[in-house]
């Protein structure tokens, strides 16, 4: 039986910047499809969203490409991310839009 794990207890991995201390930034093409794809399948891991980008798009991008747009969307507060503990294998973040992403 997996091991249960308090989410309360477990501490933030990194704080999101103020919009103030960002420089101005707006979603190019790109993260308009990965929002689009968030708002169409509401949460998914960076490696899942990669394969559906790249199955969309069919120009070899993929998964590294998704995980930055991912961390640029998450720090200008388009997307949320949840952390999901993993007892074997790695840990990943679970990410979802945002109201200002939608």
Excluded: C
């Amino acid at each position: 039986m997996p091991k249960l794990i308090n989410l309360n207890q477990m501490a933030p991995r990194q704080r999101r910047p103020e919009r103030s201390e960002l420089p101005p930034w707006e979603p190019g093409g790109s993260a308009i499809r990965v929002l689009e794809i968030l708002n169409e399948f509401r949460y998914l891991t960076p490696d899942l969203l990669g394969l559906v980008y790249a199955a969309r798009q069919r120009q070899g991008r993929g998964e590294s490409h998704v995980r930055h747009e991912l961390t640029r969307l998450w720090r200008y507060g388009y997307v949320e991310r949840f952390h999901r503990p993993a007892e074997w294998g790695s840990n990943q973040y679970v990410y979802a839009l945002s109201v200002a992403g939608a």
